[in-house]
Structure formats: structure tokens, C-alpha cells
């Protein structure tokens, strides 16, 4: 693994930015400078420090005094916290409905993969919105809702990795040694497709941040008082012909965030199946 | 073939049956419609009261039925917003969404398409590491980002592009840019990919020992057989220009569906929401529906599955 990683450069790169931010993300209330939420109504609106602004703060102050890099170093709690538990959630029911549905088959199967079909059928983010409006502004609904909306794409390939394996002649083993179903598929089928999941975990990952930011900047994701990239980035656009800072950081504290996962999948992807030479 | 389409066409219908039954299930099992219409100062007497009127007290399977058979007729109930028929408020804005997102549509082509070719025949070059690189950070950009960065850059800095509405023509610029920038990174890898397979395969070096042009082999033998990638591609991106198009359409101030969605979220606006949530989800249905049978068309193979 390691000599894949060194070999990997890109990839090596996606796991340090990761590390960093989820880092971040667990020490915010020991590194933070400041309070993110105190407000010094003198010192508002500063610029960062290579634009003309003070060490003090280095990238800056918002509209109220608020000390943007405190604000970034806690805004990625909020985007670590949904990004993981939101790809586990989803992962856990994904991997559920697609084990059932490919072990099992027969109408199990018709009835799951239509529930599939259809939410397929929704646009990812709109149905992340629709769910959102509906249930309110709390950090567990949006966890909830990244669970929600993303669980398909696990689903379909546990089905397919399952019945591919089902059939198999070390299964049959397992079963006529008196094995039940439900260790079958815990311990001898889920290992074997655990390496596409990771992958798709990654995938799915990025995404969950991309939709956390979104309905953060739409003001639908969690309570407006914990600070998140996004609701930063809606907030700084207000002040963008005075001060573009505002709403620059954030947007690239997102964006080379979801660059990190994507770089860390690509990796775990060639490293996981070397057969894809692409 | 009519079997397949006949096959696909129930599989639309009982989509869109689901998505209808979705977006009811939410709006009055997950979350409760009354307190989401009135003001949170109401008192319990006058909850009640519009509960009453509106047949909220009835049984869920009553108003199922009531809500499906109105939809049918096209009657989503009236806006509170508006005083007009929901249904009608949506339907006036269809067109300048619609505007958007084939014009996205058609820049994520034009970009997507050379590009993918480009870097799949270059490979490994500096100019297919370039092209790489600007189609993964086009997927790990916010498209909200995109979109004011874009402004900052094109309208409050050089001062060539309006920032926002619906005024002239190159207003439309700066939205279809940014909702087809994702779309575009998409194509490139998926076509990328897919033409690196097939540069791979036997019968590109038959053409190519047959002596033919280079250009002609990588048109006519490659891209041509790429061509069912980028159909299902372009399917599944119609969800991302959908989906994209609420938040594009919010930074930019266009006056369509999206924009609208998120107004009428945030003015709790929610007959208005339901017929958006369903005309999105339903057209998305349709166009993959008729992606499908592009597909079956340019693919005979499908025909004997």
C-alpha cells in the first residue's frame, strides 16, 4: 500500500489534504485563534493579510468581526462530521438493500430495485432540498438526508457484486456445511465486494460535501449559527465588490477539500483494481 | 424492439407514479404541510381550522387519492404566494430553465466533446495532463462557487457581462457557463475513458493497417462506437443541469424553476414546491425514456437482450 502511495503522487497529495482537513476538523477548538462566533464590530470587514490586512487575522474578518480563518478551521467540523457519517449511513443502507436484494432475488429484488429506479428519478440535489425544506434545519437532518440520498448507488453494486458471487461454488460449500443466509452474506459475501464500496465511498463522499455546501449557500442546511463553508460563502457574496475575500476562502477550502477525496478515490481505485488501466 | 420500449415505457410510468407518491409521502408523513404554511405564531385553533378546510383530517389514503386525481387534472392546489394556481406560477418560468439548460447542455458538448477525444488520442501528453487536470477540478468546484467567481471576474472586474437576470442575450452567458462547466468535466472523463478502450481494440489496428488517415480511424472507427457512452452520459447529465440549475439560477438571479424552488422553500410556498419537485423529477423520467430508445437505436445489440 505504501509503495503504491509513493508511486502515486496525486494520490499521496489527496490523503495529506485530507489529513489536514480532518485534522482540522478535531483539533478546531485548539488551533482556532479565535471564537467563530465573536463578533469585534471594529475590526469588521478586514482584509487578509496578503491583500493589506494584519497577522492578526489572517485571512480576514466578515461583516460582523468574525475571524475568517477560525471560521474555516470550525466550518470543516460541520463538512467532515456530514462527509463521514453521512457516507457510512448511506453505505449501511445501501449495502443492506443490495445484499437483500441480490441474495434473495424474486420479487425482494423487483421491489428494491424500483425503489432504485425511482429515486434515480430524482435529481440528486433536488431531492436533498425537497427533504431538507421539509424536515428543518438541524445538523442530524442533514445526515440524514445525505444517507437518503445516496444509498442507490451502493445498492446497485452489491446486487451486481452479489449475484456474480452467489452462484459460486464456495458458497454452495458454506450452505451445505449448514451455513444461514444471513452469516453467508456478512462474512463471505461482503468481503468480497468491500473494495468497489470503498471506491464508490469516496465518490460518494465528495458528493455529500458538494450537497452540504449547496444547501448550506442555499440556507437549508444546518442552524445558521454553527459556521459552515457554505453559509460563509452565501454571506461573503453580499459583500462581494468591497470584499471578494469573503466569499473566495470558502470556496476554495471546499473545493480543494472535494479535490482531496477525489484524488484519494482515484488512488484506492487503481490501488484496489489494478485491472482498470485507465 | 417494441417489447424493450413497451418494457421502458411502464418503467417511466411507474417512476413517475413513485416520484408523485415520494413527494407526497414527505410533505405530509416526514413534515406536517399546515405548520409549514402559517406563520409559527399561529395558535392552535387556526392550524386547526386550515386543517379542516383543506381536508388534512382525513385519512392519508383519502388524500392521496385526492391529491393524484387533482394532479391528473392538472390542479396542484393554489399558490399562497401568488393567488394563482400553482401549477400555472411553475409553467410561466418553464421556458427561461429550459433556455438554461440546453444552452449548458450544448456548451458541456462543445467542450466535453473535443476535449475527451483530445485526451484520449494525446494520452499521457502535456496537453492530456492539462485537460485532466481542469476536468477534475471542474468536478470538485461548488457550481455556486463557479458561478461568483465567474461574475467577479467577467462582470464586476472587466465589466464585459451583466451579473445577473434576464435582460439581453448575454445574460445568459455567465448561468450557462457555470451549469455546463460540471457537466462538460463529466463527458471528457467518461469519453476519455471509453475512447481509450476502444483505441485498444483489434479493429482500430485493422483500420489502421488497412492504411487509412489517422483523423478518419479516430472519427470513424473510435468515436463513432463512443458514441452510446456519451448518450447515457448525457442522459444522467440532465439530472445534474436540473439539479444544478437551482442553485445556477439562485447565484444569477434567473428567473426560472430553480430560483423559483428555493423562493418558494423559503416563503413556505409549498404547492408551489410539490409541482416544481414533480415537473423536475418527471421530465428527467421522460428525457431518460427517450435516451433509452436513442440507445437501442444506435445500439442494436440492446435488441437481443
Given at each position: 500500500m505504501w509503495k503504491s502511495l509513493k508511486e502515486n503522487r496525486t494520490g499521496m497529495a489527496g490523503i495529506i489534504i485530507m489529513l489536514i482537513v480532518i485534522l482540522m476538523a478535531l483539533t478546531a477548538a485548539l488551533i482556532a485563534?479565535?471564537?467563530?462566533?465573536k463578533q469585534n464590530l471594529m475590526a469588521k470587514l478586514a482584509p487578509p493579510v496578503w491583500s493589506g490586512g494584519t497577522l492578526e487575522h489572517i485571512l480576514g474578518t466578515d461583516q460582523l468581526g468574525r475571524d475568517i480563518l477560525s471560521r474555516i478551521i470550525y466550518g470543516s467540523r460541520v463538512t467532515m462530521l456530514v462527509a463521514f457519517s453521512g457516507t457510512i449511513w448511506a453505505g449501511i443502507i445501501g449495502i443492506t438493500m443490495g445484499a437483500v436484494s441480490g441474495y434473495y432475488g424474486k420479487w425482494v429484488d423487483a421491489v428494491i430495485m424500483r425503489i432504485v429506479d425511482i429515486q434515480l428519478s430524482f435529481p440528486f440535489i433536488l431531492l436533498a432540498l425537497f427533504v431538507a425544506a421539509v424536515l428543518g434545519r438541524s445538523l442530524t437532518n442533514i445526515i440524514l438526508i445525505a444517507g437518503i440520498s445516496n444509498w442507490v448507488q451502493y445498492a446497485r453494486l452489491v446486487r451486481g457484486e452479489i449475484l456474480s458471487v452467489k452462484e459460486m461454488e464456495y458458497i454452495e460449500a458454506i450452505r451445505s456445511v449448514g451455513g444461514k443466509n444471513g452469516r453467508i452474506i456478512m462474512f463471505h459475501i461482503i468481503p468480497n465486494v468491500i473494495s468497489p464500496v470503498i471506491v464508490q465511498a469516496t465518490l460518494g463522499m465528495a458528493r455529500i460535501i458538494l450537497m452540504e455546501a449547496s444547501l448550506s449557500f442555499l440556507g437549508l442546511g444546518v442552524p445558521l449559527e454553527i459556521p459552515t463553508w457554505g453559509r460563509m460563502l452565501a454571506e461573503g457574496r453580499d459583500f462581494m465588490l468591497t470584499n471578494p475575500w469573503l466569499a473566495i476562502i470558502p470556496g476554495v477550502a471546499i473545493t480543494v477539500t472535494v479535490l482531496g477525496v477525489n484524488l484519494m478515490g482515484d488512488w484506492l481505485r487503481d490501488y484496489l483494481d489494478p485491472k482498470l488501466d485507465v | 424492439m417494441t417489447k424493450y420500449i413497451g418494457k421502458r415505457f411502464l418503467q417511466s410510468i411507474i417512476a413517475i407514479w413513485g416520484i408523485t407518491l415520494i413527494v407526497f409521502l414527505v410533505l405530509n408523513v416526514a413534515g406536517d404541510p399546515i405548520t409549514l404554511m402559517l406563520?409559527?405564531?399561529?395558535?392552535f385553533e387556526e392550524m386547526e381550522a386550515l386543517r379542516q378546510k383543506l381536508g388534512y383530517n382525513d385519512p392519508l389514503i383519502v388524500q392521496y387519492w385526492r391529491f393524484l386525481s387533482n394532479a391528473l387534472r392538472g390542479d396542484f392546489g393554489q399558490s399562497y404566494n401568488y393567488n394563482e394556481p400553482a401549477l400555472s406560477v411553475v409553467l410561466e418560468r418553464v421556458p427561461a430553465t429550459v433556455t438554461l439548460a440546453v444552452t449548458a447542455f450544448i456548451i458541456s458538448l462543445l467542450i466535453g466533446i473535443p476535449t475527451g477525444i483530445l485526451s484520449a488520442v494525446k494520452r499521457n501528453s502535456v496537453l492530456d495532463t492539462m485537460i485532466r487536470s481542469f476536468a477534475l477540478l471542474g468536478q470538485c468546484v461548488p457550481a455556486f462557487w463557479l458561478g461568483i467567481m465567474l461574475m467577479l471576474f467577467?462582470?464586476?472586474?472587466?465589466?464585459?457581462?451583466?451579473?445577473?437576470?434576464?435582460?439581453?442575450?448575454?445574460?445568459?452567458i455567465l448561468p450557462s457557463l457555470t451549469l455546463g462547466l460540471f457537466s462538460a468535466a463529466t463527458i471528457t472523463r467518461m469519453l476519455r475513458s471509453n475512447m481509450i478502450e476502444i483505441m485498444g481494440k483489434e479493429y482500430i489496428d485493422t483500420a489502421r493497417a488497412k492504411g487509412l488517415q489517422n483523423t478518419i480511424v479516430i472519427m470513424k472507427h473510435a468515436f463513432k462506437n463512443a458514441l452510446s457512452t456519451i448518450l447515457t452520459v448525457m442522459g444522467l447529465q440532465i439530472a445534474g443541469l436540473l439539479g444544478g440549475a437551482v442553485i445556477t439560477e439562485t447565484v444569477f438571479a434567473w428567473p426560472g424553476i430553480g430560483r423559483l424552488l428555493v423562493q418558494s422553500i423559503n416563503n413556505s410556498d409549498f404547492m408551489v414546491v410539490e409541482v416544481i419537485v414533480i415537473i423536475m423529477a418527471t421530465s428527467f423520467v421522460v428525457v431518460n425514456f427517450i435516451v433509452d430508445i436513442l440507445y437501442c437505436i444506435i445500439n442494436p445489440r440492446i435488441k437481443l437482450q
Open positions: 485563534p479565535f471564537d467563530p462566533a | 406563520p409559527p405564531t399561529a395558535s467577467f462582470s464586476v472586474k472587466l465589466k464585459w457581462l451583466p451579473t445577473s437576470g434576464f435582460q439581453s442575450w448575454n445574460a445568459l
